[in-house]
C-alpha cells in the first residue's frame, strides 16, 4: 500500500466529492461545451497583496482560434477587471517589484512577442523591450528598473528554403521540429523610462538558459542551464549565478550545485545567502525519480536536499518573507497541496490541503498567497488566504456551470490482484440510479508518470452525462505516491498498470455500477499505449480508443524524442532487442478482438503517427473493426478547437456504437 507521509484532514478523506446543487432546468454537458469553459491561470498577486492579476482563455469555435487576456482582481472586494485588451493574447502576468507597473508578454499588430506593461493608475500599455527575434520570458530585478529576459538567438533570414543540417544528438523535439544550434540565453534590460537602451547578453554559448531569478541585492541572476559537454545525452541541468552587469557575455559564472540530476526552480533566500531549488538525485531512472526540494549556499557548496523523507514531488519553492520557511507545490495521493517547510528540512506542514488540485501560487511581500486551484465541480479559480480565510477571488465559469448538470465524483480505494491499494476515481451519470448498472468506461491517463486528480475533468463529465460511469484509475507508475509506486513500471511498461487498471473496472462492478457486459476503455499518450496493452490482454472490452499511442517501440527509435529516455531505460535497441519487443504490444496484436478508434497528428514527434499507422494496418488486416483518424497540421495535443470537437464527437459516437450497443 502507498502510505501517505502526513495523515491529510477530514474533508479530504470522504470518499465522494459534494455535488454542487443544480438549478431544475439544469442540462446535461455536450461536446460544444468545452468551448464555454474559460481556463483560468497564472496567478500573480501584487507587492502590498492588494490585487491578483491572472490570465483568462477564452476559446471561440465560430473563429476556430483561442485568446487569453490579463485580468485583476481586488483582494478586498469584488472588484474585478479586465487589464489586456481583445485582439491579441497575453499571458505571464508579473507586478514590478514596486507595485507600479503590471507587466505581461504578448504580441502585438503581428510582431514578435514582447513585454509590455501597464501603469496601475491608468492609461495604455507601454512596450518595455524592443528584441528583434522577441522575448520568451522575463523576470523583474528588485528595484524594478531593470528587466532579465530570456531570448532566443537569431534565425538566419533567408527567402528561400533551406535543408535541415543536422549534427545534435537530441535533434528533434514535438511542437519545434528539427532542432538547429539556436539557443536561448539571458540578456539584460533597463526599463526606466528614459533609460532604455539595446537589451545586453550576458550569458551564451551551445547551452539554453533559463528560469532568470534576481538576487535580493539585483547584483546576480540565478538560472537554469545543463552545460555538460553533451547536453543533448543527460537531464543534468543545474543552477548557475552570473553577474546582472555581465560584460563577457556568460564567459565568467558560477556553478551553483552539482547534482548529476536535474536542478531548477531557482529561489534566493530574502538576505541573499541561500538557493532553494528542486533537484532529482536519482537521474539515472528518469521520469520515475522523485523531484525533491534542496537548498544550497548562493556562493556555492554543496546543497542539501531537505525533501526526501517526504518521497513526494515538490515544485516551485518560495521563501517566506521573514527566510525561515520554504513553500512549495506538493503532489501526495490523488491531490495538489501548498506546503511549507523550516530552512532546516523540519516541521513540514501542509499550507493549503484538501480534495484540491492546487495548480500554481503567488506570495507578496507580506506573505499574503494567492493561488489557482480546481476541484471535481469547479474549473480553475483563483484564491486568497489560506487555511480556514481562504476565499475565491474569481467565479469566472459561474454562468456556464449555472446551466450544467455534473456528475457525482467519487474518489476510490481499492485492492490490486497483489493486495496493494490503488486510489481513483468513479464519475456518476446525473440521476445516478443505484439499482441499475451503466455501460462504463475506463479511461486512462498520459504520463506514464502523471496522475488523476481532483481537478475539474471535462471529457468524465461529458461521457457521464451520455450515460456512462466512468472510471479513472491511477496505477502503478503514476506520480503521487512515491517514488517505488512510479519505478514500479521500470522496462516492464504494460504488465503491473495493466492489472491496476483492471482491477479499477472490477472494483466499479463489484459495487453495483458498471455492467460487465457493456465496457469500454480508452486513453491520450501514454493512456493510449496502456489502451493498447489492455485489448491484447483481455477481450472484455466492447469498445476501445487509442489516441497518440505506440505499440511498436523498436520502430520509434531515432523517430520520437525519447531517444535517451529510450536508452535509458531498454538499452540501445541492436544491443537489447529483446527487451524493447518483451512489452512492445504490436507483437500480441493478434489476441485484440475489440473494435478500436485510433487517433493522432500528422506532426506528433512526442508519440508519432507512425505507430498508429501500423496498429491500424494490423488490425485492418486481422479483421477487427477499425478506424485512423489523422489530425492535419497537429502535434501531439489538438489544438484545432474545430479538431477538439471532431474528438469529442468520435469518441461518443464510437463508445455509442460498441459499449452501448446504439445504432
Keep these: 500500500m502507498a502510505n501517505k507521509v502526513i495523515s491529510r484532514s477530514f474533508a479530504a478523506i470522504l470518499t465522494v466529492a459534494a455535488l454542487p446543487a443544480f438549478a431544475q432546468d439544469a442540462r446535461l454537458i455536450e461536446p460544444e461545451d468545452l468551448f464555454g469553459i474559460k481556463a483560468v491561470g497564472s496567478p500573480a498577486i501584487s507587492p502590498d497583496g492588494a490585487w491578483v492579476a491572472y490570465t483568462v482563455r477564452s476559446t471561440s469555435l465560430e473563429d476556430d482560434s483561442s485568446e487569453t487576456r490579463v485580468w485583476m482582481a481586488s483582494t478586498t472586494d469584488d472588484t474585478v477587471l479586465p487589464m489586456s485588451g481583445p485582439g491579441s493574447s497575453a499571458s505571464n502576468p508579473q507586478w514590478s517589484p514596486d507595485g507600479r507597473l503590471l507587466s505581461f508578454l504578448a504580441s502585438r499588430d503581428e510582431g514578435r512577442t514582447q513585454v509590455w506593461a501597464l501603469d496601475r493608475r491608468g492609461g495604455e500599455a507601454r512596450q518595455l523591450t524592443h528584441v528583434e527575434q522577441g522575448v520568451n520570458d522575463y523576470a523583474w530585478s528588485p528595484d524594478a528598473s531593470r528587466l532579465a529576459l530570456v531570448v532566443r538567438d537569431p534565425e538566419e533570414e533567408d527567402d528561400e528554403p533551406r535543408p535541415w543540417v543536422i549534427d545534435r544528438l537530441q535533434f528533434k523535439r514535438d511542437y519545434a521540429g528539427y532542432l538547429d544550434r539556436r539557443r536561448t540565453h539571458l540578456y539584460v534590460q533597463d526599463v526606466e523610462p528614459g533609460a532604455e537602451r539595446e537589451a545586453v547578453q550576458i550569458t551564451s554559448g551551445d547551452y539554453d538558459d533559463s528560469q532568470p531569478a534576481w538576487s535580493p541585492d539585483g547584483r546576480l541572476i540565478a538560472f537554469v542551464s545543463n552545460r555538460t559537454e553533451e547536453p543533448d545525452a543527460n537531464s543534468n541541468s543545474d543552477i548557475w549565478v552570473v553577474a546582472a552587469d555581465n560584460p563577457d557575455a556568460g564567459a565568467t559564472l558560477l556553478r551553483i550545485t552539482d547534482n548529476p540530476g536535474s536542478d531548477s526552480s531557482p529561489a534566493w533566500s530574502p538576505d541573499g545567502r541561500y538557493i532553494a531549488h528542486t533537484s532529482v538525485t536519482e537521474p539515472e531512472i528518469i521520469w520515475y525519480a522523485t523531484q525533491h526540494l534542496a537548498i544550497a549556499p548562493a556562493t556555492g557548496g554543496p546543497a542539501q536536499v531537505l525533501s526526501e523523507r517526504l518521497d513526494r514531488n515538490v515544485g516551485s519553492p518560495r521563501f517566506t518573507p521573514d527566510g525561515e520557511t520554504i513553500l512549495f507545490v506538493y503532489e501526495d495521493s490523488a491531490e495538489r497541496h501548498l506546503a511549507g517547510m523550516d530552512v532546516s528540512g523540519e516541521n513540514f506542514r501542509r499550507v493549503i490541503e484538501g480534495p484540491l488540485s492546487l495548480r500554481g501560487y503567488s506570495m507578496s511581500d507580506g506573505g499574503q498567497i494567492a493561488s489557482l486551484i480546481s476541484e471535481p465541480h469547479l474549473p480553475a479559480e483563483i484564491f486568497f488566504g489560506i487555511g480556514a480565510e481562504r476565499r475565491q477571488l474569481t467565479d469566472t465559469n459561474r454562468p456556464w456551470l449555472d446551466e450544467l448538470q455534473l456528475a457525482e465524483v467519487e474518489n476510490v480505494q481499492f485492492d490490486n490482484p497483489g493486495g496493494m491499494e490503488i486510489e481513483g476515481f468513479i464519475f456518476k451519470p446525473p440521476g445516478f440510479d443505484a439499482s441499475m448498472r451503466y455501460p462504463t468506461l475506463l479511461r486512462i491517463h498520459g504520463g506514464p508518470v502523471a496522475q488523476y486528480d481532483f481537478a475539474f475533468n471535462f471529457e468524465a463529465q461529458l461521457f457521464a452525462a451520455n450515460g456512462y460511469v466512468v472510471v479513472m484509475t491511477n496505477p502503478r507508475g503514476s506520480s503521487g505516491y512515491g517514488r517505488d509506486f512510479s519505478h514500479a513500471l521500470w522496462a516492464n511498461w504494460g504488465v503491473p498498470d495493466t492489472e491496476d487498471v483492471i482491477a479499477g473496472v472490477d472494483h466499479a462492478i463489484e459495487l453495483g455500477y458498471a455492467d460487465p457486459d457493456r465496457l469500454g476503455v480508452g486513453g491520450w499518450s501514454y493512456g493510449g499505449i496502456l489502451t493498447n496493452y489492455v485489448i491484447t490482454k483481455s477481450d472484455r472490452f466492447k469498445g476501445a480508443i487509442t489516441g497518440a499511442s505506440e505499440v511498436l517501440y523498436r520502430a520509434n527509435y531515432g ?104 445504432q
Design 559 to 662: 523517430h520520437d524524442h525519447y531517444q535517451r529516455q529510450w536508452e535509458a531505460e531498454l538499452g540501445l535497441p541492436w544491443e537489447t532487442a529483446a527487451a524493447w519487443e518483451r512489452i512492445s504490444p504490436f507483437n500480441d496484436v493478434a489476441n485484440v478482438v475489440t473494435p478500436t478508434l485510433i487517433m493522432g497528428g500528422e506532426h506528433d514527434w512526442n508519440v508519432p503517427i507512425q505507430n498508429s499507422e501500423q496498429l491500424y494496418q494490423a488490425l485492418r488486416r486481422l479483421g477487427v473493426e477499425t478506424q485512423l483518424v489523422v489530425y492535419p497540421d497537429e502535434f501531439h495535443g489538438i489544438s484545432k478547437p474545430a479538431f477538439q470537437l471532431d474528438r469529442l464527437e468520435r469518441y461518443l459516437a464510437w463508445y455509442d456504437k460498441y459499449v452501448k450497443g446504439a
